[in-house]
C-alpha cells in the first residue's frame, strides 16, 4: 500500500497533546478481542534482518512473518536510546512530554522510574481484562520503585528490571515480578545459563498459560545488544566459517568485576550475526505457538527494534550495514538511529505480503491498540491509532510532524515534518547547530541545506522549541 506522505495535526505548542477521542468498539473482523504480542529486539539495526536487505546474516523466520504481514517502510522509534524510547512506546509520548527522556543510572541497580500512578499500556490492556506479561529488559525504573513493571500493569514480569546489568548474557540474578530470583550456577562469572534462552522459555509458558483469554505480550528481548556472548552452538560454528576470521577483531573486556561491562569475545562478527539468528528463532517459536494454539488469527505480532544498532562490546554496524541505506547509529537522530523496522502480521485481518510507506512513530502503538481492543477510555498521547492502515482500509489520519530529543553528547533534538527533517546538534551549548535535510532526495542525509531554505528552518525550529516541555531531571543542561 503506498501513499503520498502528509502530516496533520499531531501536538500544538509544547503542552501534551489533547485528549483523544474514546473509541467505540471497532468491526474489526475480530470474532473476539484479539491478543498482542510486541517484540522489541535492543540495538537492532533496520539493516540487520534479510527483509530490509541483509545478505550476511540469516533470517527466514522474520522472512516468513513478512511474507505473512505487511513490511512498514517508516517507522520510527521513540529515540535513538533504550530507556526513553521504551517510555515512548509505553506512555504513547514522545520524548518531549515523556518522563524518561535518557538513559539515567540508579545504585546498586536500575534507572530513573516514572512517576506513581503512570498510564502505560499494560495498563490499558489490564483494565481492559487482558493478562499481561513482560519478559526481558525494563529499565524504566529499579527494582521496588514506583515503576516496577508490575506497579504500572503488568501481571507477570520475569527478566532484567535493570538494562545495565542486562549487558551479562549470564547474570547472577534475574527478576520474577519483584523476586530476585538467584542463578548461582553462573557465579563467579561462570557461564552455565543464558539468561535470554530462560526469558524466552518464560514468555512462551506465559503465552501457553492464558491462550484461553485476551494476553499482551511485551518481548522485550536483549539480543542483540552487547555483550556479544552466547553459546558456541552449530549455528555459531557455521558463522565462524562464514565471515572470514581476517574480518574479525577480538574485543577483550577489561573490566574484571563485569557488573555492566561487555564480557570479552574473540569472534564479534560471527556473534553478532548469531544473536540476531537466535533472535530470529525466537520469533519462529513464537509464530509456532501461535500456529499449535490455534490462535494466530485472532493474534497482532509486531517485531521492531528500541533504537538503532550499537557499536560496543566489538560490533561493528558498518560490516554488517546495520543502518540499511541511512546515516547514524545508536545515540543518532539521523534516520540510521531511529527509523525502525516493523512487521506486523495478523493472518486473515493484516494484509499479507506487502510494503507500507505509512509515516508513524513508537507513541501510535498506544492508541492503535486502544481502537484494536475497542477501549472506551479517554487517553492522552501524542499518537495516531494507525489502524486503518493496519488493515488495509482508508480514512487513516496522519502526522504533521515527529519530534525526538536525545540526552547525552551535549543534546540532539530533531523534527520531520513531510519529507523535511531538522536536527538541532549541542542542544546545551551557547550555540547550537541546526541542519536540514529533504529526504525525498537525500534519504542519508548528506546535504544540509538549512542556509538554502530559511524559511523552512526557522519554521523546523519553531516546531522543536513548541515540543519540548520543561523536565527537572532531563533539561539539557540548561
Not at 68 to 74: A, K, V
Not at 440 to 447: A, G, L, M, S, V
Amino acid at each position: 500500500m503506498k501513499k503520498e506522505i502528509s502530516f496533520v495535526g499531531c501536538v500544538i505548542g509544547g503542552a501534551v497533546s489533547a485528549l483523544a477521542p474514546a473509541q467505540q468498539k471497532p468491526k474489526t473482523g475480530w470474532d473476539k478481542s484479539p491478543n498482542i504480542i510486541y517484540i522489541l529486539a535492543d540495538d537492532l539495526g533496520i539493516g540487520d534482518i534479510e527483509p530490509y536487505g541483509q545478505t550476511r546474516i540469516h533470517t527466514p523466520n522474520l522472512n516468513r512473518l513478512r511474507q505473512q504481514g505487511t513490511r512498514f517502510t517508516q517507522c520510527y522509534a521513540g529515540t535513538a536510546v533504550s530507556a526513553p524510547s521504551r517510555c515512548s512506546l509505553m506512555t504513547g509520548l514522545h520524548t518531549g512530554h515523556a518522563s524518561v527522556r535518557g538513559n539515567i543510572g540508579v545504585d546498586p541497580e536500575g534507572q530513573v522510574p516514572m512517576p506513581a500512578g503512570t498510564f502505560t499500556m499494560a495498563t490499558m490492556f489490564k483494565e481492559s481484562g487482558y493478562a499481561t506479561g513482560c519478559f526481558g529488559k525494563w529499565g524504566l525504573g529499579f527494582p521496588g520503585s514506583v515503576s516496577d513493571p508490575t506497579k504500572v500493569g503488568f501481571d507477570r514480569f520475569f527478566g532484567y528490571n535493570c538494562q545495565t546489568l542486562a549487558h551479562d548474557y549470564y547474570p547472577d540474578h534475574l527478576w520474577d515480578g519483584t523476586q530476585r530470583i538467584e542463578l548461582q550456577q553462573n557465579y563467579q562469572q561462570r557461564e552455565a545459563t543464558y539468561s535470554a534462552d530462560t526469558i524466552h522459555a518464560q514468555a512462551l509458558q506465559f503465552m501457553r498459560d492464558h491462550a484461553d483469554k485476551p494476553f499482551f505480550t511485551f518481548l522485550s528481548y536483549t539480543l542483540p545488544h552487547a555483550e556479544l556472548i552466547l553459546p558456541h552452538d552449530s549455528v555459531y560454528q557455521a558463522y565462524c566459517r562464514e565471515i572470514p576470521e581476517e574480518d574479525e577483531k577480538p574485543f577483550v573486556q577489561k573490566n574484571p568485576n563485569k557488573k555492566g561491562a561487555y564480557g570479552s569475545t574473540a569472534r564479534p562478527m560471527a556473534s553478532f550475526a548469531s544473536m540476531v539468528t537466535r533472535l530470529d528463532r525466537y520469533v519462529g517459536d513464537v509464530m509456532q505457538l501461535l500456529d499449535s494454539l490455534g490462535i494466530a488469527d485472532n493474534t497482532i505480532l509486531i517485531f521492531t527494534s528500541d533504537n538503532g544498532p550499537h557499536k560496543e562490546g566489538g560490533a561493528n554496524p558498518d560490516y554488517f550495514r546495520s543502518y540499511g541505506p541511512y546515516r547514524g547509529i545508536k545515540r543518532d537522530l539521523y534516520e540510521g538511529g531511529i527509523r525502525m523496522p516493523m512487521l506486523i502480521s495478523c493472518p486473515g485481518h493484516v494484509p499479507a505480503g506487502i510494503d507500507n510507506d505509512h509515516v508513524m512513530a513508537f507513541w501510535d502503538m498506544l492508541p492503535t491498540f486502544a481502537e484494536a481492543i475497542g477501549y472506551d477510555k479517554q487517553l492522552s498521547t501524542d499518537g495516531i491509532s494507525f489502524l486503518p492502515t493496519l488493515l488495509g482500509r482508508e480514512g487513516q489520519q496522519e502526522h504533521r510532524f515527529l519530534y525526538w530529543e536525545f540526552h547525552e553528547k551535549q543534546g540532539k533534538q530533531a523534527v520531520r515534518e513531510g519529507y523535511w527533517k531538522g536536527i538541532r546538534l549541542n542542544v546545551s551549548a551557547d550555540k547550537p547547530v541546526f541542519e536540514l535535510y529533504d529526504l525525498r532526495t537525500d534519504i542519508h542525509e548528506d546535504h544540509n541545506v538549512a542556509a538554502q531554505y530559511p524559511d523552512v528552518a526557522r519554521r523546523l525550529e519553531a516546531l522543536i522549541d513548541s515540543c519540548h516541555t520543561h523536565s527537572d531531571v532531563f533539561n539539557f543542561g540548561r
